[in-house]
């Protein structure tokens, strides 16, 4: 069962801290769930080019919570040592820069619409609030602040 812990005041994402979470974040399931969303939307697309992006999102998730996340996500299994840099506590506007290129190159990958584009980096931009005490906002109703 997964556990997860928060500071007695949180600011930001990095007073959230994931302590237990053996599968849905270990790199191995990570691996596993985005061959399996492959083979589960291959034949309801009947399109490889269709069906690529499904894999390619959840692997996205795994790469984008190691290098943003604290260490949590155990390698290969339960008892293997936790990965992650920890960006979100540490430098948090260098992880919604990476976050913007990372979600520029998929958009260009797939050749989404100007709009698309937009609506990404804007959603990436508005997310820097929870991200980093720096930046002010309400921040009230998170977990464990007065609501």
């Known amino acids: 069962m997964k556990k997860t812990t928060t500071e007695p005041v949180v600011r930001s994402v990095s007073d959230i801290h994931l302590a237990y979470i053996p599968f849905s974040h270990s790199t191995a399931s990570g691996l596993v769930f985005a061959v399996a969303g492959y083979v589960i939307a291959r034949p309801l697309t009947n399109s490889p080019v269709l069906t690529m992006p499904v894999g390619t999102a959840v692997v996205s998730h795994l790469i984008l919570d190691l290098y943003a996340c604290a260490r949590h996500a155990p390698g290969a299994g339960i008892d293997q040592p936790k990965l992650g840099l920890g960006l979100y506590g540490g430098t948090p506007f260098s992880a919604i820069v990476i976050e913007n290129v990372y979600g520029a190159f998929c958009w260009w990958m797939y050749q989404g619409s100007r709009p698309l584009l937009v609506v990404i980096l804007l ?18 109703c998170l977990p464990g602040a007065p609501c």
């Open 123 to 140: 959603f990436n931009v508005a997310n820097l609030s929870l991200l980093s005490n720096a930046v002010p906002a309400r921040k009230h």
